[in-house]
T-cell receptor
């Protein structure tokens, strides 16, 4: 019930391409879905987040798409850049006083 | 503003030894967390605290203990270290739960048990 499944485990994209990372959750009580970005040797940092009252949220080149009926959400990185190379984690929680459950992570490599 | 500070950054322990991973935050956050990160496994919650004097177990608490005597500090204690505890440990804090503000993570402690 608490799992968040993330795919793919690794992703290689050419500069300028679109990177897509997918997550699926089981617990229908989840209603907060953030994405975290982690560079080597650093802790994860909040990138973008969405709540289920909207189907899409965009911040610059980063977009979250949310499908409540399918219990899935995804991160799209447009015009991917080598500086986007990092590990990305999706996560989910209930809003009030709850802990984040993280996906397994996706290691993104953007080739120049 | 230092955020979340973890010490040490690296440590090698022998099987059976004990140690404390230190975590302190200067953002006056109520909630603090300890996660471990293993390749391909994501971040697993070890313990968390919603305020000074209050702690609770996460998904993988066995072999660990925590305390929260102040708002700022949330140390993680490893007793009788085992090879299975080889991992990267992250401390995080948040204002209230996981709402708009997200978690602030420290830079991690890489622990090897040999």
């Amino acid at each position: 019930q608490q799992q968040v499944k993330q795919s793919p485990q690794s992703l290689i994209v050419q500069k300028g391409g679109i990177s897509i990372i997918n997550c699926a959750y089981e617990n229908t009580a989840f209603d907060y879905f953030p994405w975290y970005q982690q560079f080597p040797g650093k802790g994860p940092a909040l990138l973008i987040a969405i709540r289920p009252d909207v189907s899409e949220k965009k911040e610059g080149r980063f977009t979250i798409s949310f499908n409540k009926s399918a219990k899935q959400f995804s991160l799209h990185i447009m015009d991917s850049q080598p500086g986007d190379s990092a590990t990305y984690f999706c996560a989910a929680s209930m809003m009030v006083g709850s802990r984040l459950t993280f996906g397994e992570g996706t290691q993104l490599t953007v080739n120049p | 503003n230092a955020g979340v500070t973890q010490t040490p950054k690296f440590r090698i322990l022998k099987i059976g030894q004990s140690m404390t991973l230190q975590c302190t935050q200067d953002m006056n956050h109520n909630y603090m967390y300890w996660y471990r990160q293993d390749p391909g496994m994501g971040l697993k919650l070890i313990y968390y605290s919603v305020g000074a004097g209050i702690t609770d177990k996460g998904e993988v608490p066995n072999g660990y203990n925590v305390s929260r005597s102040t708002t700022e500090d949330f140390p993680l204690r490893l007793e009788l270290a085992a090879p299975s505890q080889t991992s990267v440990y992250f401390c995080a804090s948040s204002y209230t739960g996981a709402t708009n503000y997200g978690y602030t993570f420290g830079s991690g402690t890489r622990l090897t048990v040999v």
